[in-house]
């Protein structure tokens, strides 16, 4: 058991390392539309599926409530979180639809929409994009792997350099917490 605690600890420390050395200004590009879309008014969406549900579901979270600092509460939804929109619009239209539709009826021109993926392929995530794209919003990919089809359409898409599920999910909300930091300090 210990060498297993030892394997999996190493193997999150080695791609850290590899974030920290390939990806920082992407993640400050992302920190810079984040901020810039919320002081202009507008708000983040943010979908994915699993693991990348609750990503999007936390980071909302820390967007309306607060993430380490007393601030405005800033308009952020997961489009994870009403059952019922998902499950009628999963019925009526199919799964594959569940996000874009919700695009389609809550977001608007100049909005943001956080699309997670650790595939970067998820049918209804990329269907999200599309649809935000088509309305006049930026979009934010975080994705793993080789980056998916997210790379061809999201303005960012940041691939976290594993295969591995687990470590590409780590560190999603580890940006998504360097994001809402960024909120915490230039948003007041």
Request: aromatic share 4%.
């Amino acid at each position: 058991m210990i060498e297993m605690i030892y394997k999996e600890l190493h193997s999150h420390k080695k791609v850290v390392e590899s974030v920290i050395d390939e990806l920082q200004n992407y993640i400050y590009t992302a920190c810079v539309i984040t901020t810039d879309t919320l002081a202009q008014g507008k708000k983040v969406l943010l979908c994915g599926n699993g693991g990348s549900a609750a990503d999007a579901q936390h980071i909302a979270a820390e967007l309306t409530g607060r993430y380490k600092t007393d601030r405005k509460a800033l308009p952020a939804i997961a489009l994870t979180t009403d059952t019922s929109a998902l499950t009628a619009i999963a019925n009526d239209f199919g799964y594959k639809r569940v996000f874009e539709r919700q695009v389609e009826a809550l977001a608007e021109e100049g909005d943001l929409l956080i699309a997670i993926s650790t595939s970067g392929n998820s049918k209804n995530v990329i269907r999200a994009i599309k649809k935000a794209k088509s309305m006049g919003c930026r979009v934010i990919g975080l994705s793993g792997k080789d980056g998916g089809r997210m790379s061809e359409l999201c303005d960012l898409n940041i691939i976290i350099p594993s295969n591995d599920t687990p470590r590409i999910q780590e560190m999603h909300i580890t940006i998504g917490h360097i994001i809402c930091q960024s909120v915490d300090e230039l948003i007041k």
